[in-house]
């Protein structure tokens, strides 16, 4: 009766130290007796206590915030950029065996990385092409983790501080481009302006009735107001004031 006890005892011990249940999101790194074994799970899986020891790898996607990073652009700017990178193990022995800690060597990398790409860029590219910054930043991530079996999704810049000085200094070129597009289209508009009051004035040239029915409809006009007063002129005598252009003799043979 004690044998079997003991037996029992034995075999639940070996049980509750052999059995490991990985979740779907997870894989089991296994070494046996210092050697490493190919990636076990998800689900139920059996070890050999004392004999085999299992490290847990998360598959799911890993979000890595980037402090933000002092950087010198290539036109000598100072600037401060911060970013995010999504990230995941898709080779879980390779991310064991490879690195010491993966999370921690792909943080320094990220940072180096982005120091490295944001000073290589002018600061009108980092601002307006954060997308082609993006792109080049994980581009490199991702061949320089490759080996670590992890694979880079994506790198976002989230934030980009400039100094106060050039803040000022971007505001005042803003200013002066808005007042130089109202300047020209001022101009623009004074010369559609021009030109259609010279196409006017040669209509009314070769039709005086058309002149005549424009003083109408600007005595009209006036009439409207009741603190205006109307003094009506005919329009044969305003033609008279007007200087004549003086007509040159012909030569009848």
Not at 1 to 26: D, P, Q
Not at 152 to 170: G, T
Request: with cysteine.
């Amino acid at each position: 009766m004690y044998a079997i006890s003991a037996i029992m005892g034995v075999v639940v011990v070996f049980l509750v130290l052999a059995i490991r249940i990985m979740n779907e999101y997870e894989r089991a790194v296994v070494f046996r007796l210092g050697r490493v074994l190919h990636s076990k799970g998800p689900g139920l899986i059996i070890l050999i206590p004392v004999i085999d020891r299992m490290i847990r790898v998360s598959m799911r996607v890993i979000t890595l915030d980037v402090p933000s990073q002092d950087v010198i652009t290539r036109d000598n700017v100072s600037v401060q950029v911060s970013a995010v990178v999504y990230f995941k193990v898709v080779e879980p022995t390779k991310s064991i065996i490879e690195v010491e800690d993966f999370l921690f060597a792909t943080s320094q990398l990220a940072q180096t990385t982005l120091r490295s790409v944001c000073g290589g860029a002018e600061l009108d590219e980092l601002l307006a092409h954060r997308e082609k910054m993006n792109m080049r930043i994980q581009d490199l991530l991702d061949k320089q983790t490759a080996p670590w079996g992890i694979k880079v999704n994506s790198v976002e810049l989230k934030h980009i501080d400039l100094p106060q000085e050039m803040k000022r200094a971007m505001a005042k070129q803003a200013e002066a481009e808005r007042e130089r597009r109202a300047k020209v289209i001022n101009a623009e508009g004074e010369y559609q302006a021009a030109a259609k009051l010279s196409e006017a004035a040669g209509i009314i040239s070769r039709n005086p009735q058309a002149l005549q029915l424009r003083y109408l409809q600007t005595m009209q006009e006036i009439s409207t107001n009741a603190e205006a007063t109307l003094i009506p002129i005919p329009l044969d005598i305003v033609s008279k004031l007007m200087p004549q252009k003086d007509v040159e003799p012909t030569d009848d043979n």
